[in-house]
């Protein structure tokens, strides 16, 4: 049987058809107000419809014009911030529906919300997890059991928050792979991916990464490799790249300045894991200079946005990360890009399609296919409001 996670992954991340030219997409505005910095998907009424979720509101497929109250709606300015800067769908109670996790301000408690299953009336509250650390928490299935997991940090320890359906009202269980070190409510960077190719998610992270044991034990420290990939990372994701069969690693520079990468994995005589990196926009760009920057990357997804079974690069500028004056270049055009992977005998490309000038991201970005044409869209909530960009063929 497909888990809800498989049947939203299958839709959402899969692509359709090769596409003949890059996709065109139509900006649709949901509302001007500020409630998140992150916005999500599922099929909230089980009508085979994607529909998103952005802040106290779900609005429904196929249109997103009709919207339903999940909490109590609280407008925020956009100067400062919200408590709600991420959000994530499952299935936390086992009982068909789609429910929904808000990651708050980092370091205060996060909770899901209990779809009602079809009825009118609130959707109840459960407290998940106290203190939610890191500023871009990931989701996504780290120890094989088909259940998504929170990864992000939490009392000075790098780990992943599992849930237990069969006890809905009992808090996650989080698993550190770490010792207690120096991470704080505003660590950037997590991520994922099998970097030494044994079958097995290791953890990312701004300074190296975390390998997971084949017999992994409660209390005992995952191995760390030490590498530095970025100074302050956004989500950071692991994925062969280049095409050689070895796990490379996607991820910004600095999510407050500039810096897209990709590291290339290389091994030496010992079989000793190392990287090279590879600019995709520079950490230190020319600013006198006409060609392509992006200030405040603060989010990035991946999805196959041209059908050629290669993921690209979806991601943009945050808007107004720390207000109007904070941050480089913070009154620049809020744009979304997609940067597609070539491979060539020449090396790897990445191709920027800018999709909008006037949305940017928030500390997330989702693709997900909403309108079923085989193409990924794309998802915004931010201090600009809630954004979709949906493709047209």
Known sequence: MKTMSMVLSLACVLAGAALAEAPKFKKIRLTDTFYCEGAYFADFNKDGKMDIVSGPFW??????????????????DPKGYSDNFLTYTGDFNADGWPDI????????????????AGKSGEWKKHLALKQVDNESPMWHDIDGDGKPDLLFNTGGYLGYATYDTSKPDQEWTFHAVSPKGKYHKYTHGVGFGD????????????????????????????????????DAACQMYG?????????????????????????????????????????????????KSPALRISQLHAIDLADFNGDGQKDILTGKRFWSHGPTGDKEPGAPAVVYWFELRR??????????????????????????????????????????????????
């Open 59 to 76: 609005y429904q497929g196929p249109d997103f014009q009709t919207k339903h109250q999940v909490r109590e709606p609280k407008g925020y």
């Open 101 to 116: 996790f808000y990651c708050p301000w980092p370091g205060k408690d996060g909770y899901w919300y209990e779809n009602p």
């Open 195 to 230: 970097i030494n190719g044994d079958g097995r998610l290791d953890l990312l992270e701004a300074e190296g990464w975390w390998e997971q044991p084949a017999d992994a034990k409660a209390g005992q420290p995952w191995t760390k490799k030490n590498f530095k990939f970025a």
């Open 239 to 287: 994925y062969d790249v280049d095409g050689d069969g070895k796990t490379d690693v996607i991820t910004s520079w600095h999510c407050h300045a500039y810096g897209l990468l990709w590291w290339k994995q290389v091994r030496n005589d010992k079989g000793e894991i190392s990287f090279e990196k590879h600019e995709i926009l520079p950490a230190v760009p020319d600013l």
């Open 344 to 393: 060539t005998p020449q090396g790897v490309q990445f191709v920027p399609h800018q999709i909008d000038d006037d949305s940017g991201v928030g500390t997330q970005v989702a693709a997900c296919d909403l309108n079923g044409d085989g193409v990924p869209d794309v998802i915004v909530g931010n201090k600009k409001g809630t954004f979709l960009h949906l493709s047209q063929k």
